[in-house]
């Protein structure tokens, strides 16, 4: 073969197979990775959809009482190919459904095998409509949702509204955690066209729709509604502009109640201002004073620098810092007061003394463990963890504030769950709202309760609780006594920090205990 024979050959060899492998290419494009578009856009030409709505799942509370559930209603839909007489029909039909007759007969002109004639219709106009047994008409439920009990829990339940292609969706809340489970999966009915584009009568294809999951909380109603009640009466007492209360099952870290005020009704979520929809116990970070000294000095026992009777040698007046002076939150001081009388009587010089002892590192490592700084994982949507800073941006003022709760923010949910570690010998606890979630076809998945870490020993936990104890019968937690009860408990009240310094006319109180 001579040579511009054998180029020719190899040319046309080479243009083959660049023309074969464009071929191969161009195919493996369509049918593989553009499969499910195609697919998509072959039953858009070749059928019509009618999305059949799910059932969405139930919310109950501990003892089984539905927290959010579904009240029906039906759709009348019409198969106008069957419909007999269209004109008599509309006439009759605009009569009960107080419509206009001509949109009704409009819709029966379509060329469909199913069109919406009304919805939210009540089982009394449904009955009506049936009795008249008018050919090519049929019904289908339909659900709204519905809150048994009002406001109640209702930053922790959320609400169901609609998206942008108007769908039920739920927001905040186990409404908008547990939204794809709670929706399921609707259903679609297709009806089919020829190759030409006609309608193949009688021909209908259905996906089955799936009922969302239920969800069963292990909030119980009677605390939910005592902590709501004495909430509410506190708030109005101290004239305050708002509050959380949080009560959590120390064991398991099980969210027996939770709530917020001010706050909203979830069946009306569209009258209030969508700031009310944040839950505040999960988003609202602040400086938690006093009830803060619990987890400091803890750190110090657990790290064993001081013990319940080690004395304060630098208690007996403000502490100078520069140009900064601690004092006591009632400028009275005790000489070599003990670290239990350090937490009995709130005192700041003393938390100093302790978080010197301590030492940054070790604090910052403490802090880390109390679960501060990151996420409580509670099945809740809308968490704020804040942050620890670096230690290299930590003056010794820094050091000596945070030893007594300023100058460090965290969420009630944060402060809840540290705490509760030392209420549950040194566990921290993962908080969670949902006990079980019972699926679409009656199946019950229990959610077992789950430690973080531990955050200290055993021996500490109980030491620092003998102390709150004491906080509580002798010292500036009286107020919170109970008959024939221990409580162990702390109280705060921080300033809160405006335009770079505290406003003292602006202040936060709380209360931690168990």
């Known amino acids: 073969m001579k040579k511009w024979e054998l180029a020719r050959f190899v040319l046309v060899l080479a243009f083959i197979l660049f023309l074969y492998l464009s071929l191969i ?55 106008p190919k069957v419909v007999k007489d269209k004109e008599k029909s509309s006439e009759i039909l605009s009569t009960l459904l107080n419509q206009d007759e001509a949109s009704i007969s409009a819709l029966l002109e379509k060329d469909l095998f199913w069109v919406k004639i009304a919805g939210n219709l009540s089982g009394q106009t449904k009955k009506e409509i049936e009795n008249l047994k008018l050919p090519g008409f049929g019904f289908q439920q339909e659900f709204s949702r519905f809150y048994p009990e009002a406001s109640m829990a209702a930053h922790l339940i959320g609400f169901v509204g609609k998206d942008e292609s108007g769908q039920n969706h739920g927001y905040f809340g186990i409404e908008g955690k547990y939204n794809e489970q709670l929706e399921g999966r609707p259903g679609k009915i ?45 708030l109005e007492k101290y004239n305050a502009e708002g509050g959380s209360a949080i009560v959590m099952d120390t064991a398991s870290g099980a969210i027996l109640a939770m709530s917020s005020i ?4 979830p069946k009306k979520y569209y009258r209030f201002d969508s700031d009310t929809y944040i839950n505040p116990v ?9 009830t803060f000294k619990v987890l400091i000095m803890a750190g110090a026992i657990d790290s064993n620098l001081v013990k319940r009777d ?15 002076k601690i004092r006591t939150w009632n400028d009275k001081y005790f000489t070599n007061p003990t670290m239990n009388d350090v937490i009995v009587h709130s005192d700041n010089t003393g938390m100093v003394f302790v978080g010197r002892k301590l030492g940054l590192k070790r604090m910052i490592d403490y802090l880390k463990k109390f679960g501060l700084g990151q996420p409580s994982g509670i099945d809740l949507q809308g968490e704020t963890t804040g942050y620890i800073r670096s230690e290299k941006s930590w003056r ?32 921290l606890m993962q908080p969670y709202v949902v006990s079980e979630i019972i699926t679409e076809d009656g199946k019950k998945i229990v959610i077992k309760p789950e430690v973080r870490n531990r955050t200290i020993s055993q021996a500490a936990a109980k030491m620092i609780t003998s102390m709150m104890v004491d906080a509580v019968e002798n010292g500036e937690a009286k107020w919170t006594k109970v008959k024939n009860y221990k409580i162990a408990g702390k109280t705060g009240t921080a300033q809160i920090p405006v335009a770079g310094h505290y406003d003292p006319n602006q202040t936060i109180a709380s209360f931690v205990g168990f």
């Open 262 to 265: 001010p706050s909203f009704d």
């Open 310 to 324: 080690t004395k304060c040698d630098v208690c007996q007046g403000p502490i100078q810092m520069g140009e900064y």
């Open 25 to 79: 290419t161009r195919l493996f494009y369509w049918q593989i990775i553009r499969a499910e578009e195609l697919k998509e856009l072959g039953e858009r030409q070749s059928s019509e959809v009618f999305r059949v709505p799910a059932v969405r799942g139930e919310i109950f509370s501990s003892d089984n009482f539905p927290l959010a559930t579904n009240t029906v209603s039906h759709i009348l839909y019409s198969n």
């Open 190 to 234: 297709f009806s089919i066209r020829d190759a030409f584009g006609n309608k193949i009568v009688n021909d209908l294809r259905e996906d089955k729709k799936i009922d969302g999951r239920s969800v069963k909380l292990a909030l119980d109603r009677s605390i939910q509604f005592f902590t709501e009640k004495r909430l509410r009466d506190g």
């Open 396 to 427: 010794p003022i820094d050091l000596a504030t945070a030893s007594f709760g300023q100058g460090i923010s965290a969420t009630p949910i944060q402060l809840i769950s540290a705490v509760n570690s030392v209420a549950n010998g040194g566990k």
């Open 282 to 290: 999960l988003s609202d970070l602040y400086e938690p004073g006093s």
